[in-house]
Every structure is written in structure tokens, then in C-alpha cells.
């Protein structure tokens, strides 16, 4: 079955502090993973896919197929990052699994 | 494009009322989808749509019902409002996934915020 976990709901760094998002799934085939952001009260929307291994925002996402993990990393964290961020895995058969999201908070 | 978009943004409704959320995408994808958001638990697939006239159910489908008769619209139809519906409701689009399409993402609308009492 495919799955994306999610660890940490909640996630507080301080502003200029490095902030990693754990993201682990769980698929038996060839995954195509992204990460969704949704500021306070907006649509999610597309953040990093893994296949263009691009940096947006400053952050930047590597899949590691032997440790199953897609985790979202930024070197310093900015007050506007505070967000939800949601992990994302499609299948196939195109559908999309998201992981439960982690609501980070960048402290002043 | 307007993109994907959703009617109405915000609804209160009654235990046992009927509606239908709207959905509609001017981008010619072939996939649509419905998922509810709640607190802790993410984005749980409703209903999900591959093309017109094919729909299948997601993770959470009861007391739901969708359609898909045109390309550009996927209404999500509830039956009998329940307050374990307040919710968050997100219609998304995006193109099948296939080797020579690199980029595949899903668009999603702008959400409606659903209140049941």
C-alpha cells in the first residue's frame, strides 16, 4: 500500500535557524514526489518535485530511494515560510497519497 | 487560465441538507479530484475522476456522490449534510501521469470552507 508519513505536526525553528521536514513513504514501484505548501487560509500549492531537483524559496528536497524519504530542507529559515507543508507521492495510477502535514512556525 | 476553481467559498448548512459543491478547471486535464481537510489528518481523497464519465472512490467516499459529464467540470454532491462533514472540501486537477509528461503536478482550487450544524 502506498503511504507518506509525516512525523512532526508541529514544527517551531527560530528565523535564521536551518529547518528540515521529515517526509518517509512507502511505495512499490518508480514514485514521483512533491511538496505542497498552504499559507494561512490560501490553496496548496506546488513547492518542489522531486524529478526537476530544483531549489524554490530557498528549499530543496532530495529523494533517498534506500532510505525511502523525501525530506524538505532549508539552510535559513525566513518568517514567511511559516506554513503547512504537505509531503506527496503519485502513484501510477494517478493518484495522489499526501502525508498528514507538518506545520512549521519560524520564530522571529 | 483561472485555473481550478470552486463555488461557493464558504456554506453553512443544517444536518440533512443537500448541496453540491462546484469545480471547474480550464486547463483540459484529464484528472480531477475531491478531498476533505481536517485538522490532523491531512488531505483525504473523496472521489477522484480520470476523464468524463469515469469516477472511482477515494479513501473517504460515503455520503458523497460526483460526475463527471464534461472535462472541465467535477461537482461533489453531498447527500444528507452530516456535522462529520465540516470540513474543508479542495477540488484539484492535473494531467495523467505518463514518461513523456516531466512535469505532473496537481492544481488545486481555492477550497471550501463547510460548516454543518
Known amino acids: 500500500a502506498q503511504r507518506v508519513t509525516q512525523p512532526e505536526k508541529l514544527l517551531s525553528v527560530f528565523k535564521g535557524a536551518p529547518v528540515e521536514l521529515k517526509c518517509n513513504y512507502s511505495y512499490s514501484g518508480s514514485p514521483e514526489l512533491f511538496w505542497y505548501v498552504q499559507y494561512s487560509r490560501q490553496r496548496l500549492q506546488l513547492l518542489l518535485r522531486?524529478?526537476s531537483r530544483e531549489s524554490i524559496k530557498g528549499f530543496t528536497a532530495d529523494l533517498n530511494k534506500g532510505e525511502t524519504s523525501f525530506h524538505l530542507k532549508k539552510p535559513f529559515a525566513q518568517e514567511e515560510d511559516s506554513a503547512m507543508y504537505y509531503c506527496a507521492l503519485r502513484s501510477w495510477s494517478n493518484q495522489f497519497y499526501f502525508g498528514t502535514g507538518t506545520s512549521l512556525t519560524v520564530i522571529p | 487560465n483561472a485555473g481550478v476553481t470552486q463555488t461557493p467559498k464558504f456554506q453553512v448548512l443544517k444536518t440533512g441538507q443537500s448541496m453540491t459543491l462546484q469545480c471547474a478547471q480550464d486547463m483540459n486535464h484529464e484528472y480531477m479530484s475531491w478531498y476533505r481537510q481536517d485538522p490532523g489528518m491531512g488531505l483525504r481523497l473523496i472521489h477522484y475522476s480520470v476523464g468524463a464519465g469515469i469516477t472511482d472512490q477515494g479513501e473517504v467516499p460515503n455520503g458523497y456522490n460526483v460526475s463527471r459529464s464534461t472535462t472541465e467540470d467535477f461537482p461533489l454532491r453531498l447527500l444528507s449534510a452530516a456535522p462529520s462533514q465540516t470540513s474543508v472540501y479542495f477540488c484539484a486537477s492535473s494531467t495523467p501521469r505518463r514518461p513523456d509528461r516531466v512535469y505532473n503536478e496537481q492544481f488545486f482550487g481555492p477550497g471550501t470552507r463547510l460548516t454543518v450544524l
Open positions: 522531486h524529478i
